[in-house]
């Protein structure tokens, strides 16, 4: 045998290269995006992983739309990238992509469809949804991109934010991993807040996946409230006034 890989002790993917076993300094877990636009968080995920110490290797991208640019970003960080039914609702076929690929964790990154139960059960606890506001306000279904921040400006909510959680049959529903509050300003419009709360979603997402990783690698459930960059802490709401909160880590 001249080069291979097994899946030895504790999970550790062992590789044989040259008559010897070597384990990789660092295990990391297979992520699949899903994505609908232009993938700026799907590019903040693999910039994060380009880092040796990543805990996560984005395996596999997944889009309903054949013209999202998130297609062409994946491409270009050579990351299988496959374009899957316009409405989402094969489970069935993502299921069996997402089993030959190897997947343990999906991330939902600027996907607009509702996953169907099938594929929310087979990954429970291991399906992270990012959302531009701060749930469980501004949610649901119809809630999304430029409609949530339209919504905060017209509610006159002086503070929006961003929010990965993760997914169940519910739109925007299940258990909150991860916050981070930015301010609303006067005068704001739709586009102003979403290139505030954006440049957020670009520091979160990827912490927020790397910490929930490291859980999986752990063998235990994404858990906790990650609030404005700080670490994991379960339960805890920002202690600091928000403008603190806009510091980054
Ligand atoms: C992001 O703002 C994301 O939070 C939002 O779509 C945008 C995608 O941007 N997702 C939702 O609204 C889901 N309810 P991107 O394609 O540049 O990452």
Known sequence: MVGGRLEGILGAPWLF????????????????????????????????????????????????????????????????????????????????????????????????????????????????????????????????????????LASGARLSGATVHLVDEQYDHGRIVAQWPVPVHPGDTAETLAARVLAVEHQLLPAAVRACCRQVLAGSSPSGLYVAGERFVPSVQPSQPLDHALIPE
């Open 17 to 152: 290269v040259h008559r010897r076993w070597y384990l990789p300094a660092v295990s990391r877990v297979r992520v699949a995006v899903l994505v609908s636009g232009h993938g700026s968080n799907l590019q903040a995920l693999l910039d994060a992983c380009a880092a040796s110490d990543c805990e996560a290797e984005i395996a596999l991208v997944l889009s309903n739309r054949g013209d999202a640019g998130a297609l062409e970003r994946a491409r270009t960080a050579r990351v299988p990238a496959l374009v899957i039914d316009r409405d989402g609702q094969d489970a069935a076929g993502l299921l069996a992509l997402l089993t030959r690929h190897g997947i343990q964790l999906v991330v939902l990154a600027g996907y607009l469809k509702k996953v169907p139960d099938a594929v929310v059960a087979a990954f429970r606890d291991r399906m992270l949804n990012i959302h531009p506001a701060l749930l469980p306000a501004f949610g649901g279904p119809g809630m999304y991109g430029r409609r949530v921040h339209e919504a905060v």
